[in-house]
């Protein structure tokens, strides 16, 4: 949908994936400008952002941190030269921006879809998730990779069902998680990895597209579904729990975890 629809999100989610390789190799200057191009659309990267300069903070990579705010000012001035009042424009978009989109938080999808306790339980989910977040935070301010990118895709994940107003089209910027979740499959399943993930690729490219067709809203024109807000966060916020304790540790404990069993 982001491609067909010309959705800027998608090059959001192009320079989410480089910028956290260039964190993982050390190329922190990169990594700041890739972060800083993801604000083309703050919403959707705003909490992100927030534990990485929280992280880099912590672990006193300050390049990060100064590449990502200088070049973030060097494109608002650059915008500014063009168009001057480019700042109140956007505020004005962002405000008008639910009035004419179907719902665009969790909240507000799960009181469309389930109109006598919907409110309530999405409050609650939006609460424990800002709970898990705050702790997860917590853990992942070590140096480790492997812990620190775990929390990372969680937060990229746990996001998506906060207060910030957002829409499905968005969650392409969750793909990195899904190649993560596959990742961590394939070492910990070597023999059947490939054919759990296939299998996992195949449910998500149908069943999705059948669930946004199946419950498109007519109206002056054709408008997904709340629904739509459900199935892959609630999918990838559970495999990445499952996978937990596997995905923080290095690989090499699980084989020998297998071969002291075997």
């Known amino acids: 949908r982001p491609l067909i629809n010309g959705n800027v999100v998608l090059l959001i989610a192009l320079g989410l994936a480089g910028a956290f390789l260039a964190i993982r190799d050390g190329r922190d ?4 400008v890739l972060l800083a191009l993801t604000t083309i659309k703050p919403q959707v990267t705003l909490v992100v952002l927030v534990f990485i300069v929280l992280w880099a903070i912590k672990q006193s990579r300050w390049r990060i941190i100064f590449w990502l705010g200088g070049s973030v000012l060097l494109l608002g001035f650059a915008s500014a030269l063009l168009i001057p009042d480019w700042i109140v424009q956007n505020l004005r978009e962002v405000l008008r921006y639910p009035g004419y ?48 990118y775990w929390t990372l895709c969680f937060t990229l994940v746990a996001s998506q069902w906060l207060f910030i107003q957002t829409d499905p089209g968005n969650f392409i910027i969750m793909m990195p998680v899904l190649v993560y979740v596959m990742q961590i499959i394939d070492e910990r399943w070597q ?56 995905a923080i540790r290095p690989a090499s404990l699980w084989y020998e975890e297998i071969n002291s069993v075997a």
């Open 101 to 148: 989109n179907p719902p665009g938080t969790i909240i507000a999808a799960m009181t469309e879809i389930f109109p006598s306790f919907g409110r309530r339980v999405s409050v609650a989910i939006v609460i424990i998730l800002a709970v898990l977040l705050i702790v997860e935070w917590w853990f992942g301010r070590h140096k480790l990779f492997r812990r620190f």
């Open 191 to 246: 023999t059947y990895g490939q054919m759990i993930n296939i299998i996992m690729m195949l449910v998500l490219l149908i069943g999705i597209w059948i669930i946004f067709i199946s419950t498109l809203e007519y109206g002056l024109q054709p408008q997904q579904s709340p629904v739509m807000f459900l199935p892959l966060p609630a999918l990838l916020m559970l495999l990445m729990y499952w996978f937990r304790w596997w």
């Open 29 to 32: 200057e990169l990594a700041g």
